[in-house]
């Protein structure tokens, strides 16, 4: 079987999480359902990470295994055409058979905004955090800064996460 890495984006406000769930409707759940309609047979992907509830993807990385012969530069566009319009596979390319998105995952970017204003934009709801009162930009900046290192993170981790370590370094926090 091949090992198919994908590329994919998503607005995670309807779902509960990147992760399959017993009873929740995740991004991951989804994206096999589709993958199994294109392929014929069931798919389970892994992904490079979790994403809790409501949380979006702009560059995710998933791989999966299939014996499909749709070609590389013709599968996303037969995924898309069976995912809902808020998750979209942006490229597929065969990976060598030991590759595996969370294990090969060198490190990750979160971005987290404000939306500093009096009066709230509903475009703008579910992607921004909406705060109308003054922020102190100079105390962000320092508080940021306090992250930036190598730290263990252990007291903040999910519950049973397989994670081999918690110690994690974040190169930049900003403002």
């Not at 994919?8 to 399959?20: E, N, P």
């Not at 519950?159 to 918690?166: R, S």
Request: charged share 25%; aromatic share 8%.
């Amino acid at each position: 079987m091949k090992n198919i890495a994908i590329r994919l984006r998503y607005d995670g406000t309807a779902y509960h999480g990147w992760q399959v769930q017993k009873t929740d409707i995740s991004v991951a759940e989804t994206l096999e359902r589709a993958l199994a309609r294109i392929c014929g047979h069931q798919v389970r992907v892994t992904g490079c990470g979790r994403t809790d509830a409501g949380v979006h993807a702009l560059r995710y990385c998933a791989n999966f295994r299939t014996d499909s012969t749709i070609p590389m530069n013709r599968l996303p566009l037969a995924v898309n055409s069976r995912l809902p319009a808020d998750i979209a596979v942006t490229d597929a390319v065969e990976a060598p058979g030991d590759f595996n998105a969370i294990g090969n995952c060198l490190k990750k970017e979160y971005v987290y905004k404000i939306m500093n204003t009096r009066i709230r934009d509903p475009f703008m709801q579910n992607r921004v955090c909406f705060y109308p009162a003054p922020l102190d930009i100079a105390q962000m900046e320092r508080a940021g800064e306090a992250f930036e290192g190598t730290h263990d993170f252990a007291a903040v981790r999910s519950v049973g996460t397989e994670t081999k370590t918690t110690v994690r370094t974040v190169h930049w926090c900003r403002a």
